[in-house]
T-cell receptor, first 117, second 116 residues
Framework: DVKVTQSSRYLVKRTGEKVFLECVQD?????MFWYRQDPGLGLRLIYF???????EKGDIPEGYSVSREKKERFSLILESASTNQTSMYLC????????????????FGDGTRLSIL | AQKITQTQPGMFVQEKEAVTLDCTYD???????LFWYKQPSSGEMIFLIY??????QNATEGRYSLNFQKARKSANLVISASQLGDSAMYFC?????????????FGAGTRLFVKA
């Protein structure tokens, strides 16, 4: 069965800390995504990656960076955490986006509720 | 620009009744896909149903069906015979299959409450 695993369900950090959110998928998917979810705003794309060591900015990349050293792992990094980054973070993966792959849904992890104090 | 609009922040439905969750979209891409996801209070996003813009028939998956009206740019989710376990957030999403590339955009979501 398809599985996307996020390292933490809940995380509390302090302002200014460097924060790492880890995501691992076991489906050999090419694409991986990081979203943040806030009430009334739905899911907003932070970064995505379509291959190892490749990354593209999403709609709200400011204050974040990502790393994809291996195909199965996609890390989100908050360089210097701020209180406005308190949110629910969701990782997702999907097959290639062309041809039949474009019809495939994204598979999501359980999410990480991050609080920055 | 692509956009998804879900105008119902919250909905109530009686158990065993049908409910329709609204979704309208805007895109300049001639070929696109529409998705619905369910998010229970536990947080995980669960894929429910997919509709391609060139599909001739409305998609159905068990108790879920998609009322796709291309001219109106709407893709409403219909849940038949609601169950208590259907209480959750529901998100409509879209991916442009030509110009959208890797990006899927999501609506703000509708929270559904099923009453016993």
């Amino acid at each position: 069965d398809v599985k996307v695993t996020q390292s933490s369900r809940y995380l509390v950090k302090r302002t200014g800390e460097k924060v790492f959110l880890e995501c691992v998928q076991d489906m050999d998917h090419e694409n991986m995504f990081w979203y943040r979810q806030d009430p009334g705003l739905g899911l907003r794309l932070i970064y995505f990656s379509y291959d190892v060591k490749m990354k593209e900015k999403g709609d709200i990349p400011e204050g974040y960076s990502v790393s994809r050293e291996k195909k199965e792992r996609f890390s989100l990094i908050l360089e210097s955490a701020s209180t406005n980054q308190t949110s629910m973070y969701l990782c997702a993966s999907s097959q290639i986006s062309s041809g039949q792959g474009a019809q495939q849904p994204q598979h999501f992890g359980d999410g990480t509720r991050l609080s920055i104090l | 620009a692509q956009k998804i609009t879900q105008t119902q922040p919250g909905m109530f439905v009686q158990e065993k009744e049908a409910v329709t969750l609204d979704c309208t979209y805007d895109t300049s891409d001639p070929s696109y896909g529409l998705f619905w996801y369910k998010q229970p209070s536990s947080g995980e996003m669960i894929f429910l149903i997919y509709q391609g813009s060139y599909d001739q028939q409305n998609a159905t998956e068990g108790r879920y069906s998609l009322n796709f009206q291309k001219a109106r740019k709407s893709a409403n989710l219909v849940i038949s015979a609601s169950q208590l376990g259907d209480s959750a957030m529901y998100f409509c999403a879209m991916r442009g299959l030509n110009t959208g590339g890797f990006k899927t955009i999501f609506g703000a979501g509708t929270r559904l409450f099923v009453k016993a």
